[in-house]
């Protein structure tokens, strides 16, 4: 019941933007954004050759992956792929739906069979990122998202994963220079030839993990600290600042 709500936050101004226009009844809330942060790993593990990872909800560009990853494989013979995030119970929820999202569960039903495409919730998030090379989001939601994928994409960079983003919802806001980007609407061809670049190209992998480790390192939480402690104690915080 959106009249009970008292507040919203959004964890960009393009979120915001986009919450606003899709649902005009919050014109006359309290809506600000408070930007997210991350805190670096404790731990360091070796990443796994080839590994690519993708950790956000099945329905925001995962089939992309799967329609990209016969040509992947045949130009990376190594490469896998760790899907987390409960793919396989969406898959199971989503496969009887009369819509676009059914009939990509079906899709990703299948793929999931391949073995280099390594499917099921990870107990060790963390430990996923350390060990990817890449972190893909061809982000084109069926809905629009809550932000969350910025949370997972902000704990890849601190891992030290090279960012392949669309340009959707607030992506390029929140990662500025530390993810490079490929413009809506996918490409798909584009897709596979940057996946493959980036996991065959040793300089230009190298390059772009440290660039967004480096950026990680300037998002700690405390730099929002004050905004998210008064919102968790109750009390609304004022604008925080960008």
């Known amino acids: ?6 507040g919203f936050v959004a964890l960009s101004d393009t979120q915001r933007r986009l919450t606003m226009t899709a649902r005009p009844q919050l014109l006359g809330g309290n809506m600000l954004v408070i930007k997210p942060g991350v805190d670096m790993p404790q731990e360091s593990l070796p990443k796994i050759p080839g590994r690519v990872l993708y ?5 925001s560009g995962l089939i992309h992956l799967c329609h990209i990853w016969p040509k992947v494989k045949e130009a990376v013979p190594h490469a896998t792929i760790r899907v987390t995030y409960l793919a396989q119970k969406w898959v ?22 391949d073995p280099s495409v390594i499917v099921g919730q990870s107990h060790n998030i963390r430990s996923e990122q350390q060990q990817a090379e890449l972190h893909a989001m061809p982000m084109d939601p069926y809905n629009m998202g809550d ?5 997972a994409g902000m704990e890849c960079a601190a891992a ?17 220079q530390a993810a490079d980007f490929l413009e809506l609407p996918i490409n798909e061809d584009d897709w596979g030839r940057h996946v493959c670049d980036i996991l065959l190209n040793e300089e230009r992998k190298a390059e772009m993990q440290q660039r967004a480790y480096q950026w990680a390192l300037t998002q700690p939480w405390s730099r929002w600290e004050e905004q998210w402690l008064q919102l968790v104690n109750g009390t609304w915080p004022r604008q925080a600042a960008t």
């Open 55 to 59: 950790c956000s909800s099945p329905d």
């Open 92 to 113: 199971e929820n989503t496969r009887w739906q009369q819509d676009v999202r059914g009939i990509q569960a079906l899709e990703l039903e299948e793929w999931f069979r």
């Open 1 to 6: 019941n959106w009249e009970q709500v008292t």
């Open 160 to 176: 030290g994963d090279a960012l392949l983003y669309s340009t959707c919802e607030g992506l390029p806001e929140i990662f500025g």
């Open 147 to 151: 932000g969350a994928h910025m949370l």
